[in-house]
């Protein structure tokens, strides 16, 4: 019997039955699912959304179990995977629009693909879109044992970047042991002087910055002149108190990218996909799975990502 685990009007997760028509519309795929990819975007979808009853997730790896009659390029039995940024990816079936799914290769298993692809595709838009990052730039990533903040850091290496990784004390060890960066700092401590160094005295071109409010005036004093801060995340609060001599002291520019703008598009998300799994492919990004959870630990997964206990990238096993 299909399952599902559904958010209800209380927050919590609660697992549920549900039936699937033995018939489906001409445009869409079953998916039986195999792995859940998990994120922080999936708390601010599920939890802060306004309807009483939602599913979280959104992305998922399974094989194809029944298609529509206009579907012809996938058949049953492939190894699909799809990347949304809205929710109902947590549960065993699902069914889905052809126009959003993406065959798996055989060089990449349905662990990696699970935990890639929101990652994965988020990294590239912020690289190669909201800041084209150019090789040999000094470029500054903040939580780089994050999940996002390690794929952009990996991405970044493979065109030839200076990066600049960061993370808070705890997590410094953690940081070393896959060496995605030049310069590892503790962002929470003074690392002016050591930033200053390694890059002549220059700053930084570009800033990662997924926490906001509490590194915004840090970020300004390691940016060069012509700098930009990319703040895509408020973890610890949204950026107050923009004066805007600040940024003109050093030129400096400032963009909050919506990331839902850019996965919505399905020919930027195709184009991303792509670079991602040909990375994977050349081995210059490697994905880390650090923890997989069966389905019916589903609640403590989400629970886990809430309080920040997560590293790097963690899936949810079905099969």
């Not at 927050?11 to 445009?27: C, D, R, V, Y």
Request: net charge positive; hydrophobic share 40%; glycine share 6%.
């Amino acid at each position: 019997m299909p399952q599902a685990f559904i958010k209800n009007k209380n927050g919590t997760l609660e697992k549920a039955n549900f039936k699937i028509k033995p018939s489906i519309s001409p445009n869409s795929v079953l998916i039986k699912q195999h792995y859940i990819g998990i994120n922080k975007h999936d708390l601010s979808q599920s939890w802060k959304s306004m309807k009483k009853f939602t599913i979280p997730g959104t992305e998922a790896v399974g094989i194809i179990e029944n298609i529509g009659n206009n579907v012809k390029n996938l058949k049953i039995g492939d190894r699909v995977g799809y990347c949304l940024s809205d929710t109902g990816a947590c549960c065993t079936h699902r069914i889905v629009n052809k126009k959003i799914l993406y065959k798996i290769p055989d060089y990449i298993s349905d662990k990696v693909a699970a935990a890639s692809m929101f990652k994965g595709i988020t990294a590239y838009s912020l690289v190669r879109r909201v800041f084209f990052a150019c090789p040999s730039s000094f470029i500054m990533v903040y939580g780089i044992t994050g999940g996002i903040g390690y794929f952009i850091a990996q991405w970044l290496q493979a065109i030839k970047c200076s990066v600049i990784g960061s993370t808070s004390a705890a997590k410094m060890s953690i940081a070393k042991k896959h060496k995605f960066q030049d310069l590892l700092l503790d962002h929470y401590t003074e690392c002016t002087d050591k930033l200053l160094q390694f890059t002549e005295n220059m700053g930084v071109m570009a800033i990662y910055d997924p926490i906001g409010e509490a590194l915004y005036q840090k970020s300004i004093q390691f940016l060069s002149i012509y700098g930009t801060l990319i703040n895509y995340g408020h973890l610890s609060g949204e950026i107050s108190n923009i004066k805007t001599k600040e940024l003109t002291k050093k030129s400096l520019y400032l963009t909050c990218p919506n990331i839902k703008h850019y996965q919505d598009n399905s020919k930027e998300q195709a184009v991303a996909i792509n670079a991602l799994f040909t990375l994977i492919k050349e081995g210059k990004l490697q994905p880390v799975v650090s923890k997989i959870y069966k389905f019916n630990d589903v609640p403590w997964a989400y629970q886990d990502l809430a309080t920040n206990n997560l590293i790097y990238s963690n899936i949810i096993e079905i099969i």
